[in-house]
């Protein structure tokens, strides 16, 4: 195995979502085998302490990822778990700790850098690492920023060199014997003409008058039997018309698509929104949507931006991120929608300040 990996570090009950969603963007960076993320990569049936040191003996970097309760998770006797010996948390990052592997602190969902004396004595030399922070409006500005650091630690996967299709080279087309020979076509056929025309006499040289006819002949000569069938097929429809006054009849067989009508729709939110909440505060959020996925920029009455986010729909549900730019706070929005689609509500809250605040979205533009 080769001494080359990034191991990952975390609680479920924490930061799983975080760690999961990094882990993706550093095995796109170094390649698939190249990250190593907690439990999640041990065999079944292996021992939990011997796989983890094992796992340990192939890395440089450990990211421990470090939430609002990474602290305070505490056992079903109230006790906090990182003061007990065989918490596996700490067991991989004293282990790191212990043999000089690069440990990396990494800070979600608002977290802070926990002090000496809330920690266990052999996982108090990691309040003297450098931590880095993931914030969920800042995603992507910040594991660039994490992947700069890792770059100098571990050596990307190179990437794929894209294959080089030559063109097959084209062979002349044949021509064939009518594009040979037109103009010789052309030329019978004039000739043809010029005699037609030569051995034609006038009409009135002949004594035969051309035939004529006219709409009173056809009406004279027109077939009974035709105009039956006309009068019966309109009886026959003014009958349909008059046991079925609605038109609805003919359509009982016709249905949509399973896709359309028992799919649910995903609403197109991309545009100019008012947001407002119950004390009267009002902003303007602006949506650009790509198929169930969005951001958005919050703006005050001042037209100042004041936020930022990004989330996803599943139906008539709206969950995103969101941070205040103007306060520096994070955020979750959890709003639904009716059927039309241009008014959302929900709740806005802040992990953070454990508060809760009941908002409205209505559209300004159509």
């Given amino acids: 195995m080769a001494d080359n990996k990034i191991f990952v570090s975390y609680r479920r009950q924490d930061a799983s979502g975080e760690a999961g969603r990094l882990v993706d963007h550093l095995r796109e960076v170094y390649g698939e085998e190249s990250v190593f993320l907690d439990v999640e990569t041990l065999e079944a049936g292996l021992d939990f302490v011997q796989a983890i040191d094992k796992a340990l003996n192939s890395c440089k970097v ?47 969902n608002g977290a802070v850098m926990p002090t000496p004396e809330q920690l266990p004595d052999d996982l108090q030399a990691l309040t003297r690492r450098h931590a880095q922070e993931l914030s969920s409006s800042r995603w992507k500005y910040d594991c660039d920023q994490l992947v700069a650091v890792l770059d100098k630690i571990i050596e990307p996967a190179p990437k794929p060199k894209p294959d080089i299709i030559k063109p097959k080279p084209i062979a002349p087309k044949q021509k064939s014997w009518l594009a040979k020979n037109y103009l010789w076509l052309i030329g019978i056929f004039v000739v043809i003409i010029i005699l037609i025309s030569l051995i034609s006499s006038p009409d009135d040289e002949t004594g035969f008058e051309p035939y004529q006819s006219t709409i009173e002949q056809d009406d004279q000569f027109s077939n009974p039997v035709e105009e039956d069938q006309t009068k019966t097929n309109t009886e026959e429809l003014q009958n349909i018309r008059d046991s079925n006054p609605e038109g609805t009849e003919i359509y009982d067989n016709l249905s949509l698509p399973e896709s359309e009508s028992n799919q649910p729709l995903i609403e197109d939110i991309s545009g100019y929104w008012l947001l407002s909440d119950n004390q009267g505060n009002t902003s303007t959020l602006v949506f650009n949507q790509y198929n169930e996925d969005f951001e958005f920029i919050e703006y005050n009455v001042f037209n100042v931006e004041i936020g930022e986010g990004t989330g996803s729909i599943n139906g008539n549900q709206l969950t995103a991120s969101y941070y205040n730019s103007l306060v520096e706070i994070n955020g979750n929005l959890k709003l639904s929608t009716s059927t039309n689609g241009q008014t959302w509500s929900g709740t806005v809250t802040f992990p953070s300040l454990g508060t809760s605040t009941n908002i409205q979205l209505q559209r300004i533009n159509p």
């Fill in 62 to 108: 450990l990211i421990a990822m470090i939430g609002p309760h990474w602290i305070n998770v505490k056992d079903a006797e109230g006790n906090s778990r990182l003061f007990h010996e065989g918490d596996f948390i700490r067991i991989e990052i004293a282990a790191a700790l212990k043999r000089n592997i690069r440990v990396i602190p990494v800070l979600v």
